[in-house]
């Protein structure tokens, strides 16, 4: 397992961009798969954004051509960049990890949890 920290959340008004980070602390983060999942207000988690180690990434259609999920090896961070936020956007963003080489997008797959970051979107 890695830990996990993230950061950039905070208030936007729609149409607006934010890009979240997550840091990885730990041995072997080239051979890990990354999403980003959320959880709106009384909502259940919700799947977002996943990337493997070929950078590889599959999105919910929801915010397809709007976020871009990336990695950066070197720095053993994964990023979020989310541009044209909606009202709709707001929750609080989860980034998680599992050591594996496909895109994965079930949260019950991921073993390592960041600590979660809000995101609210003002209309």
């Known amino acids: 397992q890695v830990q996990l920290d993230e950061s950039g959340g905070g208030l936007v008004q729609a149409g607006g961009s934010l890009r979240l980070s997550c840091a990885a602390s730990g041995r072997g983060f080239r051979s890990y798969a990354f999403a980003w999942f959320r959880q709106g207000p009384g909502k259940e988690l919700e799947f977002v954004a996943a990337i493997n180690w070929s950078d590889s990434a599959h999105y919910i259609d929801s915010v397809k051509g709007r976020f871009t999920i990336s990695r950066d090896n070197a720095k053993s961070t994964v990023y979020l960049q989310m541009n044209n936020l909606k009202p709709e956007d707001t929750a609080v963003y989860y980034c998680?990890?599992?050591?594996?080489?496909?895109?994965?997008?079930?949260?019950?797959?991921?073993?390592?949890w960041g600590q979660g970051t809000q995101v609210t979107v003002s209309s």
């Open positions: 998680a990890a599992v050591r594996a080489a496909q895109v994965i997008t079930v949260s019950s797959a991921y073993d390592s």
